[in-house]
């Protein structure tokens, strides 16, 4: 079975520090990577997504990952960070090949003001 | 104003009764999903649907059930057999299960509590 990464369980920045956030899949095929965020109370909602092209991507909110195949990662970053940055993440890849989504444990990120 | 609704928002169920979870889209998908999420285990898919009238399970499906009868409608029927049924649930759709472009939609989730 496919399986999605997080390393980091729990995150704790102050304001304006840099956020990385690690994600590595297992597929080895073509696949489409996404990273999801949840803030507290709310439902989930789409931050950027990987289909095709210029491997770095950005989102909303200033986030931008990187996909590099040769390591099968697809790790979120933001140069800085923001109190309202706090919320949880979730990592998630999807292949052309195998009909489900598949989702990392989750990052909870603290964001000190 | 398309997306995914999901009924009720909380829930409280006595041990020993089913109770069915409620999960609608307009957006026209093909594709349905029900997941569980519980603290720090992320996501898991419960089941999935393709197509209507058909679905399948996921990797935690015990205890479960569903229909998909309409496009628009996946309810996920939780029975007295699933032994930890308290839970946050999420709803998702994607336009189809399978291929490039696609990408999942959540409805806002019910918390299911089982008294």
């Known amino acids: 079975a496919q399986s999605v990464s997080q390393h980091n369980h729990h995150v704790i920045l102050s304001e304006a520090a840099s956020l990385e956030l690690g994600c590595n899949y297992s597929?080895?095929?073509?696949?489409?990577l996404f990273w999801y965020v949840q803030y507290p109370g709310q439902h989930l909602q789409l931050l950027l997504k990987?289909?095709?092209?210029?491997?770095l991507v950005k989102g909303i909110k200033g986030f931008e990952a990187e996909f590099i195949k040769s390591k099968f990662s697809f790790n979120l970053r933001k140069p800085s960070v923001q109190w309202s940055d706090t919320a949880e993440y979730f990592c998630a890849v999807n292949g052309y090949n195998f009909n489900k989504f598949y989702f990392g444990s989750g990052t909870k990120l603290n964001v000190k003001p | 104003d398309g997306g995914i609704t999901q009924s009720p928002k909380y829930l409280f169920r006595k041990e020993g009764q089913n109770v069915t979870l409620s999960c609608e889209q307009n957006l026209n998908h093909d594709a349905m999903y029900w997941y569980r999420q519980d603290p720090g285990q992320g996501l898991r898919l419960i089941y999935y649907s393709q197509i209507v009238n058909d679905f399948q399970k996921g990797d935690i499906a015990e205890g479960y059930s569903v229909s998909r009868e309409k496009k628009e409608s996946f309810p996920l029927t939780v029975t007295s057999a699933q032994k930890n049924p308290t839970a946050f649930y999420l709803c998702a759709s994607s336009l189809d299960a399978g291929g490039p472009y696609n990408e999942q939609f959540f409805g806002p989730g019910t918390r299911l509590t089982v008294l």
């Open positions: 990987y289909f095709s092209g210029d491997p």
């Open positions: 597929y080895g095929g073509t696949v489409n």
